[in-house]
Nanobody, 122 residues
């Protein structure tokens, strides 16, 4: 049973950047599709970004393309989400997702992290 723990969230000014990390324990992520989802206040959780198990493909929510970058470091068993040019509407709890389908759908996610809050001030 893989356990995922996110870190890196916080309060950030609009236009700034943040890098979220998701470390995995009790297992390896090296053979899994990995992803990030987010849930804004009062909204449903939505897909944001994913990277394929062979790290050869990435997939993004259209509205974040060009600002969000997902990456992994298999040696550290960690997946990252770099977010640039933050907008207030990026405010949400960001969840790491392990062993997703492809394309990613949240009802197919096998492992979830507990979430990390990103708050963007205007």
């Amino acid at each position: 049973q893989v356990q995922l723990v996110e870190s890196g969230g916080g309060l950030v000014q609009a236009g700034g950047s943040v890098r979220l990390s998701c470390g995995a324990s009790r297992g390896t992520i090296s053979t899994y599709n990995m992803g990030w989802f987010r849930q804004a206040p009062g909204k449903e959780r939505e897909f944001v970004a994913a990277i394929s198990w062979n790290r050869g493909s990435t997939y993004y929510l259209d509205s974040v393309k060009g600002r969000f970058t997902i990456s992994t470091d298999n040696t550290k068993n960690t997946v990252y989400l770099q977010i640039n040019s933050l907008h207030p509407e990026d405010t949400a709890v960001y969840y790491c997702a392990g062993r997703t389908g492809w394309p990613p759908r949240q009802n197919e996610v096998r492992y979830w992290g507990q979430g990390t809050q990103v708050t963007v001030s205007s």
